[in-house]
């Protein structure tokens, strides 16, 4: 247990670090390119100041910090309104965690040093039949032999992959075997990006962002000593994967979101709606709900650091999260007024922009990423209330 003093000591060590290291500008970028370029060179430059993978062990630059320390630096950097870490969010968490708890000596010596050199993963697990029902995957590899080794040849593809037209490697779930339960037939794999058949497609967003990109597997070789754990054994390498870091998130997030509610009392202000009872009604409700949401994601993040989160705690947070996001960009959308209908250019990489119709069009995203509202409120239901699970195969 780190005591009071000490994370003291590492939120005033933090602040004075950002002030002069946080990049200035990024929130001018309008070239995606750009952007993700400033994103891999803002995450280097965490790595030297030993604040980017506080969750890793004590042996890497930064590691072996508890998760008081973790919840201290997420805090500072929302509060500091510098970059969220979107584009090597899979290396640092998914990747990590994957290679951390699966991966042989050989595949951890080889990748966990690259992702601090800038090595970027995303993640290949979602197919455009098998989004929520991860098991229905229909990615297929053939074990093949080649004179310098066993191979998987791969075809298929894969959809909603954050930031895939700009990785280097892919945590790649292929279906190896029809035979038995769903489950039993999938294998994990590490793919390397620039392997031939592999081709990329950015999806435009509705607000203008390509976040997400396709995957399209084309007769892809990937060496056998490229699998992580046992051929057929990619579903339970894929729950480590699934496990990782979800509370520090949620909690920067909301954090960040109460930051940006200056936005909407600059728009009060702008517009005249100073005196206004029902606009400063209307404001007042989204600061509580703001502040709520906070509240909700720091006592989960205290319980879990207590040892005693339940299960569906993670699940009422992101409901509330997502909520909240809906409710600032609908008022700020409102309070724009006609102004707001106009395309404008958007800030990448960040969910409360300024950009009001953007930001509420994005906000409907959040209901469905990292779960839907209506699969967290089945494990609220199940997992929490303990009632009755939700019936499969019935039809109207």
């Known amino acids: 247990m780190t005591d009071q003093a000490s994370l003291d000591t590492l939120r005033s060590d933090l602040r004075t ?24 060179q803002w995450f280097l430059k965490l790595v030297e100041g030993g604040y980017a993978i506080p969750h890793w062990p004590v042996e890497w630059p930064g590691g072996g910090r508890g998760l008081a320390e973790q919840k201290v630096i997420y805090e500072e950097l929302a509060a500091a309104d510098a970059p969220r870490l979107l584009l090597s969010f899979v290396s640092t968490y998914h990747a990590y965690a994957t290679l951390h708890e699966c991966a042989n000596d050989a595949q951890k010596a080889r990748y966990l040093p690259a992702i601090l050199q800038g090595e970027t993963w995303c993640q290949g697990f979602s197919e455009p039949g098998a989004g929520s029902d991860l098991a229905a995957i229909k990615c297929k590899a053939e074990r093949v032999s080649r004179p310098e080794g066993d191979v998987y ?16 490697m892919c945590l790649l779930l292929v279906r190896t075997s029809t035979e038995k339960a769903k489950q039993a037939g999938i294998t994990y794999l590490l793919m390397d990006m620039k392997t031939p058949g592999v081709t990329v497609r950015p999806i435009e967003q509705i607000q203008g962002d390509e976040e997400f990109a396709e995957i399209f597997l084309d007769n892809v070789e990937v060496p056998v000593s490229h699998r992580v754990g046992e051929e057929g054994a990619g579903w339970a390498v894929a729950q480590a994967t699934l496990a990782s870091e979800r509370g520090l998130t949620l909690l920067e997030l909301s954090n960040r979101m109460r930051g940006a509610l200056g936005r909407v009392s600059e728009l009060i202000r702008e517009h005249g709606h100073s005196d206004d009872r029902g606009v400063l009604r209307d404001f007042g409700a989204l600061v509580t709900q703001v502040d709520a949401v906070c509240t909700l994601a720091d006592r989960f993040l205290e319980n879990r650091i207590a040892g005693i989160e339940r299960v569906g705690d993670a699940s009422i947070v992101k409901n509330a999260y997502s909520r909240a996001l809906r409710a600032y960009s609908a008022l700020g959308v409102r309070l724009g007024g006609m102004a707001e209908q106009y395309r404008a250019a958007i800030t990448f990489g960040d969910l409360n922009t300024g950009n009001w119709m953007a930001d509420f069009m994005n906000s409907y995203a959040w209901t469905i990423a990292g779960g839907s509202e209506e699969v967290q409120r089945n494990i609220i239901a199940e997992r929490m209330l303990e009632m009755p699970r939700e019936p499969k195969g019935w039809t109207l």
Request: proline share 2%.
């Open 17 to 40: 670090w950002l002030a002069a290291n946080k990049p200035q500008g990024w929130r001018d970028i309008t070239d995606h390119k750009a952007f993700a370029e400033s994103q891999r």
């Open 153 to 168: 040849v791969i075809n298929g593809q894969k959809v909603w992959s954050t930031m895939a037209q700009y990785a280097d």
